[in-house]
Structure formats: structure tokens, C-alpha cells
């Protein structure tokens, strides 16, 4: 016998709430206290696992690839995030903000635990808590995780045994099988566990794929990827010896299961383990664990299916009922549903040979249409599961948004089942800048956003999950700006070539191509002057010129005296002021961008600059983690000596006329954090706290245009995180 490792607990308790403190002295709003929320968008990233308590209705949990879990209970009738703890600015532990696995006590359903680390090779944890993931103590044992890797659909790979709950289960990518016997206080390696798993994919390990227990007998089964087909052990004696199952379907990987209550183990098998690697094949099985033998149940329903399946469930009402999902299915109508009642002798699906079966209710997330006439029901369905409570509901996450059926028996008798939103509160996205105009008035955005596989939106109302016509749907975006003085016309660039940059000029309803140079870069930088005159755009190509555009973006000429590559802003009260910073100087222009000349300012190669409402010829620049600020057009600069900037922006003043609020990520007095100034950066106030971290920072933060107090700040995985002043 090998001999066992062991971890034990750091008794650290992560839910503790700090108070929000004033550095550098006093100030007249010091005592301000901040709510925080999201901008409503509604889901965004890949939401990898859902899991229902089967014990406490309305209990149900969801985790992400890098954003997170989630807990939806009873009364909250929204997602509720219970990682906010994690992570923050400039901490270490932003990796732990994708859950690979995530397991709900059966018995003790207050516990809850959760295997965290985004990428394999940097630092994993567990994570253990006993009321509902408010509070958590963490325990590292020197394992990681994947949860944003290859295969990440599969699972669950943690599992609480039902018959002694203080037991523990976590199947690992390369370290095998692992226990606890205490409620996850300590951890030992399961070494009579007999395989680690040989398949890989992009060059990580799958592991341990999921365990299961057999809701009767309480024996255990384990998968792991091995690609001889052999996978699955079950173990009879709480784990001290295993026993294999038949190889079955060599090249194939059953990445999800479910054991029903009469005896029988569903599989969901594919040729790869998933996302990111896609799938060409697949089967359903179910063992029967009394004949000890498989049977193949694959859906045969005339829908023209390719690629793998993915979620498995099993209706806790009925044990012959089974839904299943397909995976890397991609038909226009996005992925599949298959139900069965008779334990998989037949099938009916979403839609079939004969049609289609299902309608889609996106009213609350119309963005989701993409444009179409008809939703897609979503792709990388992985996990699919039914509420133990109701059958009609059954609930699963795509690679943009969680979706619940409504009445998904009405597929027994040839209804059409409808399938609603259910990312209430759930965001995910991974967000590159915002630009948030003066917006009194209702009639122009207040705020504009791009971000990564969404590209981006402009939000009317940042409390309303954006409409269709407000997306902006076209390439991989790398800057925003708006005329601050004309805000309904911005514009944004992105990754494709043809066309890099487009403009709006009606606040985000519509979206035109700007003509494209042989320019051998696209994408880049851009900035609009205060009323929307001119335009530069600035490609990402070392070989390009910065051009100035004065007919929104279809004629195009050379910005005289800058350099490759610069940091554009414009001036927010004079249209003709534009400044840049590039090859260590700034520079000004005083035509609207077709001249610059220096100003006689050295600065760092990388220094960004902003400027401020109302207060013309007001520079600011972060230059490394120094904030300077100048008031003569960027011609002399005055450094703050009491900050620490990773990021910085401003805000709406609380009256009228006076100085913008200035906002940034960084750290005073030694202490990290969001935090706002009113008084030019004299004196700073910490506005979040120790249990309102959100995950992996983006260094990218900025005031609201109009409402005082109002800030937001982007995130890689926890979406746009809005804070107010409490009231």
C-alpha cells in the first residue's frame, strides 16, 4: 500500500467583512459606505455545472470556468455569487476563481464545498462551508485544478457520500482520487485507487472525470479518462478496494453520469472530453448494476446529430426518466435536449425529423436573439439537470447563459416545451473598458462596454439587460470611446480586418463599418473629440501612422507628428483638443487630431491618459503605477505621492461645477482595494472590503457620467461589478 498524503485545513475563515477605511487623512464623504451589484447582462461566459441539493428545494448551485459559483436559494429568486472573497487587486489568489467541481451535502444541505484553480500549474485550493457558501475556511493540498482547461464540462469530480456526509470524494486532474472524513478539514489520497487517468487533450491531463454514489447500496463509482476504455470502478467497501466495469467503447469518454434508484448507471459518452477540444462522436449507455452489463440507448430521433453528448440527469420522481444533452452539436438550432420515460428504449427530442418542439423566452436577455429570428437553445450544454422537485424544470448552462425549461413533460405528449432565461444575477463576462457620457436625460447610453466573446454593448439603463439592437456582436474588441459632449456617437475596434473600426452615431442601435486601410494592423486604439468632429484611430501595428478621420470614419488621413502606437484622449470641453502619449512624451493637437506637437512632458512608454469633465486642458496620466496630473494642456505634470495605481477614472461630481470624483484600483497606506477620491487625489477612501473582492481584476475603472458616487470597474469573469453609494 502506498503510503497516504495528507493536508489539513488552514483555519482561515474567508467571509469576514472589513470596514471601509480613509487613508491620508479625513475627508468630508470618508464615511460613505458602497452597495455593489453588476451591470445587468446575463450571463456572458461558460457556465460549466449545475447542481440542485436533492434534499432542500430551491436549493441549486452553479459554477463557472473563471467566474465563480453561484447559489440560488429559495426567496432569492436570483443567483447569488459566494466567491466574491476571492481575489481582488493585486492579489495571488485570482486563480481561484474557477470552480471545477462543486458539491451540495445531501444530508447537511447548509454544506457546501467547492475544488477551485483556473489553470492547471497555478495554485488550487477547496474551499468548505457550512451555510451555504456565506462564509468559507479553505484547504489547500498542494493539488491543482482546471477548471477553465480542456474538459471542464465533465463531472462532478467532487461528491459528498450520502451514506456517511461527513465523507468527502474529489477526483483531481493528475493526482487521482482524494477523501475527507471530516467535512473537508483534512485530506488524504485515495491510494487504493488503482488509475490517474492516461487521456489528454492541449496537452492537460483529464483525470478524474466524476463521481457518483448508487443511491441505494451507497457503493461508489469513479470514472476516469483511460483510453482503453476501461474508466469506471466501483468500490463496495466505503473506497478500500475497487473493483473495474468493462471496457466499453475504446476511444469514447463518459464525461457526465447519474445512478437511478432502480438499478442503473447512465453514461454520456464522446470522442473528447470536451471544451475547448471539440467533439465528432458520442453515445448514451446505460450498466445495469445488477445484469453487469452495458446497453447502448443512444437517441435515434432523426435530428442528423454529430459531435458527443454532453449533461445527464435522472428524474428523481422517476428513475426511467432521463434527459441528456448533446455536445459540440452545431446545428443551427443550437444544441439538444433528449427525454426519455421508458430508461432509454425511446426518445423525444427538442427538435427531430419532424420538426421542432421548443420555443425560446429570452424577453429579459434579448441580446440573446444574435440577431436571429429564433434564439439557439445554446452551445457546450455539459451538464443538464433536472429540479428534484419538479420535472418540468429542468435547468443547464451554455458557453453564454443558463436557460430553465419550464415544461419540459410536454415533450410526452407532443407539446412544444419553452425554455426561459435564468441567468438573473449571473455575470460572467470577461470585460476589457467601459465609457460611461453625461446621461441626464435618459436619451443617450449610459454606458458603453466591450468585452471578450460578447464584444460589447451600450447599455441605456445599466439595470436592464441590454436589448438586441443594442449589441454590438462584430469581432474581438480592444477600444471604446465616446464624443463626450455628442455621447449617442462612439466607436469601437476590433479584430477584423475588413472591418476594424466601426461607428455609431444613435447611441448603439446601429453600427457602420469605417473604411478599412492596408494599414497591416487592425484592431488598436481610437478616440472621438468632445463633439463627435473628428475621429483618430490608432492601428496595433508597429508600422502604422495614426490616422484622423473628419466624416465618421470613411476618409482617412495621417495624424501629423505622432508615432506608432500612441494613448489618445480628448479633451472634454474644447472639440480641437486632442492628446496623446507615445515614445515617452506627450502631445497635443490643437485642429481636432490632424497636428500634434509635444508639449515638452517625458513620461513613461506606457502611460495612459484621461481627461476630466467640465475642466479644459486637464491632463491626467497614469505612468507606471504613478498618477500625474497637469492642468496646463499636458505641458507640466504634478505627481500623487500617497497611491499606488493599478487603474484610474473618473465621475460625476456631487454638484454641479465641481471637480469630477477620481476612482482607482491600486493601494494607500499598504492596503489594496477599489477607491475613490473627491478631492483630487489628496486623500482616498477604500470602498470595498475584504468579502467584495471579485475574482481576476481587469485594470480598467471609471465613474459614472451622471450619477454621483455611481463606479465601475471591469473584471476577467465576474462581468461589470457596478458599486453605489448605500443609502
Keep these: 500500500m502506498k503510503q497516504k498524503k495528507r493536508a489539513a485545513a488552514l483555519s482561515l475563515?474567508?467571509?469576514?467583512?472589513?470596514?471601509?477605511?480613509?487613508?491620508?487623512?479625513?475627508?468630508?464623504?470618508?464615511?460613505?459606505?458602497?452597495?455593489?451589484?453588476?451591470?445587468?447582462?446575463?450571463?456572458?461566459?461558460?457556465?460549466?455545472?449545475?447542481?440542485?441539493?436533492?434534499?432542500?428545494?430551491?436549493?441549486?448551485?452553479?459554477?463557472?470556468?473563471?467566474?465563480?459559483?453561484?447559489?440560488?436559494?429559495?426567496?432569492?429568486?436570483q443567483w447569488v455569487c459566494i466567491t466574491d472573497h476571492l481575489g481582488g487587486v493585486n492579489s495571488d489568489s485570482w486563480n481561484l476563481n474557477g470552480v471545477e467541481s462543486l458539491a451540495t451535502d445531501p444530508v447537511e444541505p447548509n454544506r457546501v464545498y467547492m475544488s477551485c484553480g483556473t489553470y492547471m500549474g497555478q495554485p488550487g485550493a477547496i474551499l468548505c462551508s457550512d451555510d451555504y457558501g456565506n462564509n468559507w475556511k479553505q484547504v489547500d493540498i498542494g493539488v491543482t485544478f482546471g477548471a477553465n482547461n480542456s474538459g471542464r464540462g465533465a463531472g462532478e469530480r467532487m461528491m459528498v457520500d450520502p451514506k456517511h456526509n461527513s465523507?468527502?470524494?474529489?477526483?483531481?486532474?493528475?493526482?487521482?482520487?482524494?477523501?475527507?472524513?471530516?467535512?473537508?478539514?483534512?485530506?488524504?489520497?485515495?491510494?487504493?485507487?488503482?488509475?490517474?487517468?492516461?487521456?489528454?487533450?492541449?496537452?492537460?491531463?483529464?483525470?478524474?472525470?466524476?463521481?457518483?454514489?448508487?443511491?441505494?447500496?451507497?457503493?461508489i463509482y469513479v470514472c476516469a479518462a483511460m483510453k482503453d476504455g476501461q474508466c469506471i470502478y466501483t468500490s463496495s467497501d466505503q473506497g478500500e478496494s475497487w473493483e473495474a466495469l468493462p471496457a466499453n467503447e475504446k476511444g469514447m469518454y463518459p464525461t457526465q453520469a447519474g445512478i437511478?434508484?432502480?438499478?442503473?448507471?447512465?453514461?454520456?459518452?464522446?470522442?473528447?472530453?470536451?471544451?475547448?477540444?471539440?467533439?465528432?462522436?458520442?453515445?448514451?449507455?446505460?450498466?445495469?448494476?445488477?445484469?453487469?452489463?452495458?446497453?447502448?440507448?443512444t437517441p435515434q430521433?432523426?435530428?442528423?446529430?454529430?459531435?458527443?453528448?454532453?449533461?445527464?440527469?435522472?428524474?428523481a420522481k422517476d428513475p426511467d426518466t432521463v434527459v441528456v444533452s448533446s455536445l459540440c452539436f452545431w446545428d443551427g438550432k443550437g444544441e439538444n435536449l433528449y427525454r426519455t420515460t421508458d430508461g432509454g428504449k425511446t426518445w423525444k427530442a427538442l427538435y427531430d425529423e419532424s420538426g421542432s418542439h421548443y420555443q425560446m423566452d429570452v424577453t429579459d436577455a434579448q441580446?440573446?436573439?444574435?440577431?436571429?429570428?429564433?434564439?439557439?437553445?445554446?452551445?457546450?450544454?455539459?451538464?443538464?439537470?433536472?429540479?428534484?422537485?419538479?420535472?418540468?424544470?429542468?435547468?443547464?448552462?451554455?458557453?453564454a447563459t443558463v436557460y430553465t425549461t419550464v415544461n419540459m413533460t410536454a415533450l410526452d405528449n407532443?407539446?412544444?416545451?419553452?425554455?426561459?432565461?435564468?441567468?438573473?444575477?449571473?455575470?460572467?463576462?470577461?470585460?476589457?473598458?467601459?465609457?460611461?457620457?453625461?446621461?441626464?436625460?435618459?436619451?443617450?447610453?449610459?454606458?458603453?462596454?466591450?468585452?471578450?466573446?460578447?464584444?460589447?454593448?451600450?447599455?441605456?439603463?445599466?439595470?436592464?439587460?441590454?436589448?438586441?439592437?443594442?449589441?454590438?456582436?462584430?469581432?474581438?474588441?480592444q477600444d471604446v470611446d465616446c464624443a463626450w459632449l455628442n455621447p449617442n456617437v462612439a466607436a469601437y475596434t476590433s479584430d477584423n480586418g475588413k472591418m476594424p473600426v466601426r461607428i455609431t452615431l444613435d447611441g448603439g442601435k446601429t453600427w457602420n463599418a469605417c473604411t478599412a486601410l492596408g494599414t497591416g494592423g487592425a484592431s488598436g486604439t481610437v478616440a472621438l473629440s468632445a463633439n463627435g468632429s473628428t475621429m483618430l484611430w490608432a492601428p496595433n501595428s508597429t508600422k502604422a501612422e495614426t490616422y484622423v478621420s473628419n466624416d465618421n470614419g470613411k476618409t482617412w488621413y495621417v495624424a501629423n507628428g505622432l508615432g506608432f502606437q500612441p494613448k489618445m484622449a480628448a479633451d472634454k470641453v474644447n472639440p480641437s483638443k486632442i492628446y496623446a502619449a507615445c515614445g515617452g512624451q506627450v502631445f497635443a493637437s490643437e485642429d481636432g487630431g490632424f497636428n500634434f506637437a509635444p508639449t515638452g512632458a517625458l513620461v513613461s512608454d506606457t502611460t495612459t491618459l484621461y481627461t476630466v469633465d467640465g475642466r479644459e486642458g486637464h491632463v491626467w496620466a497614469l505612468s507606471g503605477s504613478i498618477i500625474m496630473f497637469s492642468q496646463d494642456g499636458g505641458k507640466t505634470f504634478e505627481n500623487l505621492k500617497?497611491?499606488?495605481?493599478?487603474?484610474?477614472?473618473?465621475?460625476?461630481?456631487?454638484?454641479?461645477?465641481?471637480?469630477?470624483?477620481?476612482?482607482?484600483?491600486?493601494?494607500?497606506?499598504?492596503?489594496?482595494?477599489?477607491?475613490?477620491?473627491?478631492?483630487?487625489?489628496?486623500?482616498?477612501?477604500?470602498i470595498n472590503d475584504d468579502k467584495h473582492q471579485f475574482g481576476n481584476i481587469t485594470p480598467y475603472i471609471c465613474g459614472d457620467g451622471s450619477v454621483y458616487g455611481k463606479v465601475y470597474f471591469a473584471t476577467n469573469g465576474r462581468g461589470i461589478v457596478m458599486g453605489d453609494i448605500a443609502e
Design 301 to 315: 430521433v432523426g435530428d442528423n446529430h454529430y459531435g458527443g453528448y454532453g449533461g445527464v440527469s435522472i428524474d
Design 414 to 477: 407532443g407539446g412544444d416545451v419553452t425554455i426561459k432565461f435564468n441567468a438573473y444575477g449571473l455575470e460572467e463576462n470577461a470585460v476589457f473598458k467601459m465609457v460611461s457620457p453625461p446621461h441626464a436625460d435618459g436619451s443617450t447610453p449610459q454606458l458603453y462596454s466591450i468585452m471578450g466573446d460578447l464584444t460589447g454593448f451600450s447599455h441605456m439603463d445599466v439595470n436592464v439587460r441590454p436589448d438586441d439592437a443594442h449589441f454590438m456582436k462584430e469581432g474581438v474588441p
Design 167 to 219: 465523507t468527502v470524494y474529489l477526483g483531481t486532474r493528475s493526482d487521482g482520487l482524494w477523501r475527507s472524513k471530516d467535512y473537508g478539514a483534512n485530506w488524504e489520497q485515495v491510494s487504493s485507487f488503482p488509475v490517474k487517468g492516461n487521456y489528454s487533450q492541449e496537452g492537460i491531463s483529464m483525470g478524474i472525470l466524476w463521481v457518483e454514489f448508487d443511491p441505494v447500496s451507497g457503493d
Design 367 to 399: 441580446w440573446l436573439n444574435w440577431g436571429r429570428e429564433q434564439p439557439q437553445t445554446g452551445w457546450w450544454v455539459s451538464d443538464i439537470e433536472i429540479n428534484p422537485f419538479n420535472s418540468d424544470e429542468v435547468t443547464y448552462g451554455t458557453g
Design 642 to 686: 500617497n497611491f499606488n495605481a493599478r487603474a484610474m477614472g473618473f465621475g460625476a461630481p456631487k454638484n454641479a461645477g465641481d471637480y469630477s470624483v477620481l476612482y482607482a484600483m491600486g493601494s494607500s497606506d499598504n492596503v489594496n482595494g477599489i477607491f475613490r477620491s473627491a478631492d483630487q487625489g489628496k486623500t482616498w477612501q477604500r
Design 13 to 77: 475563515t474567508l467571509g469576514m467583512l472589513a470596514g471601509l477605511s480613509a487613508c491620508d487623512g479625513k475627508q468630508g464623504d470618508a464615511s460613505l459606505s458602497y452597495r455593489w451589484g453588476n451591470v445587468a447582462i446575463g450571463g456572458g461566459g461558460y457556465v460549466t455545472g449545475i447542481t440542485y441539493n436533492p434534499t432542500e428545494e430551491g436549493l441549486m448551485y452553479a459554477r463557472t470556468d473563471m467566474g465563480g459559483a453561484y447559489r440560488w436559494k429559495s426567496g432569492d429568486n
Design 260 to 297: 437511478s434508484s432502480n438499478g442503473y448507471l447512465y453514461l454520456s459518452y464522446s470522442d473528447t472530453c470536451g471544451p475547448n477540444t471539440s467533439c465528432k462522436n458520442g453515445k448514451v449507455y446505460r450498466w445495469s448494476l445488477a445484469d453487469k452489463k452495458y446497453e447502448d440507448i
